[in-house]
């Protein structure tokens, strides 16, 4: 019998990175999804192509693959679910506790003697399954549920750029990708997925990638926009605002080492290489889109402010991501509506209950204040 995944999430990313793995590790794919038009979309198709730019270019048909609506067909959802060997999503954090009924019904549903089903959320934040699996138990209404499944947090990597609007459900993605799944809940036993590397210890896996891959991404979007650039790579070819990134890159690096005991080698190449896809010029990124959703990029426990907080508590330097800070205050682009809330948080709130508000910081911390300076600049300014 084949193997089957159920993915939550038919998007750019969905079709082009987790689907694609899926597919190529010979997994029957189904696709669930609230759009509408997607949906038909795929339901109608074949199969869609998967392009990678970069320096090793290729074309990968997608097909076998099916699709749910899992706002309307939650009957054929659940049922999906009831035999799918793993779970995946791409949806976003914040929206894990919407699919997270639907996933807690299908795992219900399973017949007693299935083997587990493994869940895996795929998303751009710290233990995404950690958060998923909660709101699965707390709609869960069956037999004992870690008899019928598995939850395992993920480390995902791949820029996938806005895509040409006449490309249907074709994706075209960066040649770089990384995919690391945490392996203990597995008991040894893990799925035949090639384009998984499977780890003990996740935690600098997804840090390294939050703090180096999003933190200099957010880094040159915030930085570009502000020196009127339209794109990542015009961007990041400004010397002015490489500059900004490499100091960013050159702080976090220093916390990674310290606190997960890279190489200092090894971490150096992978900040270089991260630079390096910035650059890629086969991938027009815009600024607004990789900026976007500021409050979200500047919490206590993100890209910015995290490792900022970090590196305060051991005395070390984190002056690039405070400048970087700053320029998230700064960006207003049209249409954001996180960006228009932190500007208004700005132009209501005092210092102290801004920096409150957008950071989450305590009084006490070492970074505070200096954050607290930053966001005083920016109100002097409005």
Known sequence: MAKKAVHFGAGNIGRGFVGLLLHEAEYEVV?????????????AADSYTV?????HPTETVVDGFRAVNSGKDLETLTGEIASADVVTTAVGVHILR????AIAAGIAARAADTPRVAVMACENAINAT???EEEIRKNYEGDDLDAKALFANTAVDRIVPVQDPAAGLDVTVEDFHEWAVDRTPFGGDVPDIPGVTWVDDLAPYIERKLFTVNTGHATTAWHGWRAGHATIADAIEDPAVEAKVREVLAETSELLIAK?????????????????????????????RVGRAPLRKLSRHDRIVGPAAELA?????????????????AFTPEGDEEADRLQEILRT?????????????????????QVKERIAERQSAL
Do not use: C, W
């Open 98 to 101: 919407f699919v997270a009924p």
């Open 51 to 55: 392009r990678t730019v970069g320096q």
């Open 349 to 369: 709130e005092d210092a102290d209950g801004a920096t409150a508000e957008i950071t989450g910081l305590d009084p006490e911390h070492p970074l505070h204040s």
């Open 260 to 288: 997960h005991g890279f190489d200092a080698q090894t971490q150096q190449d992978y900040a270089t290489k991260v630079l390096g896809r910035f650059h890629n010029r086969a991938l027009p990124d815009p600024v607004e």
């Open 130 to 132: 950690d958060t998923l």
């Open 31 to 43: 696709f669930a999804d609230v759009a509408d038009a997607l949906i038909d979309s795929l339901d």
């Open 313 to 329: 508590e051991r005395d070390m330097a984190a002056q690039g991501l405070l400048d970087s800070f700053s320029a998230a205050l």
